[in-house]
């Protein structure tokens, strides 16, 4: 048999693993790697910063439903990484870092780049594997794909020391086992038991709703729960890579700006992968209620019962379940058209029409104002985009102010930053987004703080031709300026950048459209333009500066803004 090094046992468990795009930036701890990524069928994607390899990997993800993938060289490409690693790792996002690291016969001796990966992201990472010998390097990497994929899914981190990468040996010797899997390999149903109760439950209630998280998009239960809610008439709230699954243009749809009134009233909630964090204030009172029965339905066995009390704890797979309980309802021939006139879901239906009026209203106001109110940016964009169109938040003020307007129809509509909520995430999620949707819109809404931090990947865009298109709300601040933050006021210097800085001019240095706003007249015509144009693209918007967040980012940030 053929001597081979460590890169291309790599290489090829990538291949197995169907990887069609790894998010990197080379360092002499990976060349082995690199070197055999293009004989295995696998893009190489080089970004500007190691941070963005990881929130490409992660967006890619979170729409395509298969594992992102970065790699990163030792040491400082491993620490530049956490960030975008630690986002995966909260919003349960199936992302394998390969990462790159000093020879392991250097341990504590102040080797070249010398860090330990796997002690660096143990608290937020699902899996964590140095490689300690060669004949194990297939097995380690195909356990970390199978555990970043595998419910609930997360972040794995493969971290192979120089030396051992090197290697060259016969690669009948690597270890057997480890097996991949998709995520259809591994789903179960639920106890036909508890299937039984559950829907004796929902049947008997007066004010149910369902509530949708990130198991939903991962077991791609969207046309499953579309024909439950159809069947059943129960409204439904979901959030986070679950949004979409019922598009929020359906009248049993509760958008997360306006939810409170529902999860904190109702009498059953059936929670489908639905994670409680501290934006729902960890199921308690006031955003959820402790009167309601709760039908926790989730592959993870501990996840159920987790914040809230599991009234009916059904371990399974959503999809599966859910199609459980629609066969079952069908079977028994349970009749739930009471709830189509109920009070419940004209109370749903009413206060849709009320929330969407006042905004209507409230925009209208400052539709004209110069400088450019965000709500105005924010109505004509959602005027102009497609309505297939993904859109990356990454900024603080616009946040709000779109999570107040923007209706999701899909799955994968909205990417956000999850419970971490850096900023600077936009354009490297973006990239990951469009290489996952290629041909279809990806906006990403940036701040001028984040696109500070993450902005010169526009240039990774350009450099592959990939049309992600950002619209800069640019009002020379990081942050609020102090008529939102008046204990500050006096007490330090403020948090501004040069006034008006004209990215529009940096970014067309590298090849992309851009367009500078002024004006609000001028935000529909510049927005056709670059639509129009095919290419990565930079709108800068020159904003008010006196306006800060709406509602502190509603349903895209997960918080909980009336």
Not at 179 to 200: H, Y
Not at 269 to 275: M, Q, T, Y
Not at 430 to 456: E, K, N, S, T, Y
Request: charged fraction near 20%; hydrophobic fraction near 40%.
């Amino acid at each position: 048999m053929a001597k081979v090094d460590g890169g291309e046992l790599i290489a090829r468990v990538m291949r197995e693993n169907k990887v069609r795009y790894c998010f990197t930036i080379n360092g002499g701890h990976l060349f082995p790697i690199l070197a055999q990524l293009k004989s295995n069928d696998i893009k190489m994607i080089h970004m500007r910063h190691e941070q963005a390899t990881a929130y490409a990997a992660d967006a890619y993800a979170r729409i395509s439903g298969q594992p992102g993938v970065c790699m990163v060289t030792a040491g400082c490409g491993l620490t530049n990484a956490v960030t975008g690693l630690c986002v995966a790792g909260l919003t349960n996002s199936a992302v394998v870092c390969i990462s790159g690291q000093h020879p392991n016969t250097e341990d504590h001796l102040g080797s070249f780049q010398e860090a330990y990966g796997s002690e660096v992201v143990k608290s937020f990472s699902k899996f964590t594997k140095r490689v300690t010998d060669w004949t194990s390097i297939e097995f380690d990497l195909r356990s970390a794909f199978r555990e970043a994929i595998s419910p609930p899914q997360g972040v794995a981190l493969f971290e192979i020391p120089q030396n051992i990468l090197y290697h060259h040996e016969d690669d009948a010797r690597q270890r057997k086992g480890a097996r991949g899997f998709t995520t259809d390999d591994v789903r179960s149903s639920g106890d036909p038991a508890k299937i039984d109760r559950a829907i004796e439950i929902l049947h008997a209630a007066e004010r149910p709703i369902i509530a949708g998280g990130d198991g939903l998009f991962w077991s791609s239960a969207g046309p499953e729960l579309r024909e439950f809610v159809e069947l059943t008439n129960i409204p439904v709230y979901a959030r986070r890579a679950g949004q979409g699954a019922v598009s929020e243009e359906h009248p049993l749809a509760i958008r997360g700006a306006f939810k409170k009134p529902f999860t904190g009233r109702a009498d059953v909630v059936l929670a489908l992968g639905f994670r409680f964090w501290s934006g729902e204030h960890f199921g308690q009172p006031p955003t959820w209620t402790d009167k309601a029965k709760y039908i926790q339905v989730d592959p993870t066995p501990t996840r159920i019962g987790w914040q809230v009390n599991a009234d009916v704890p059904v371990v399974g797979d959503c999809k599966l379940v859910l199609r459980q309980m629609i066969n079952r309802i069908k079977e028994l021939k349970l009749d739930f058209s009471k709830n189509k006139s109920s009070e419940w879901v004209k109370e749903v239906q009413a206060t849709r029409a009320r929330f969407d009026n006042q905004i209507r209203e409230q925009n209208a106001k400052v539709a004209g104002n110069k400088p450019i109110h965000p709500a105005r940016l924010c109505d004509d964009l959602i005027k102009v985009i497609d309505k297939n169109a993904t859109t990356v938040i990454d900024s603080f003020t616009l946040s709000g102010w779109m999570s107040r307007a923007f209706t999701c129809r899909f799955m994968g509509a909205v990417v956000d930053a999850g419970p971490l909520a850096p900023v600077g995430h936009g354009v490297g999620m973006g990239i990951g987004v469009q290489l996952a949707r290629p041909g279809q819109q990806v906006v990403v809404i940036a701040g001028d703080g984040g696109l500070g931090i993450g902005g010169f990947d526009m240039e990774t865009a350009a450099r592959y031709k990939l049309p992600v298109v950002t619209i800069l709300w640019n009002n020379s601040s990081w942050g609020p300026n102090f008529d939102q933050m008046p204990g500050l006021a006096g007490k330090t210097d403020p948090f501004n950048m040069l006034p008006e800085i004209r990215y529009d001019k940096i970014f067309a240095e590298m090849g992309c459209h851009t367009e500078l706003v002024r004006s609000p007249d001028e935000i529909v015509p510049a927005l056709e333009r670059t639509f129009k144009s095919g290419k990565p693209a930079l709108v800068n918007v020159i904003g008010d500066t006196s306006v800060g967040n709406a509602t502190l980012g509603g349903n895209l940030l997960g918080s909980t803004g009336a």
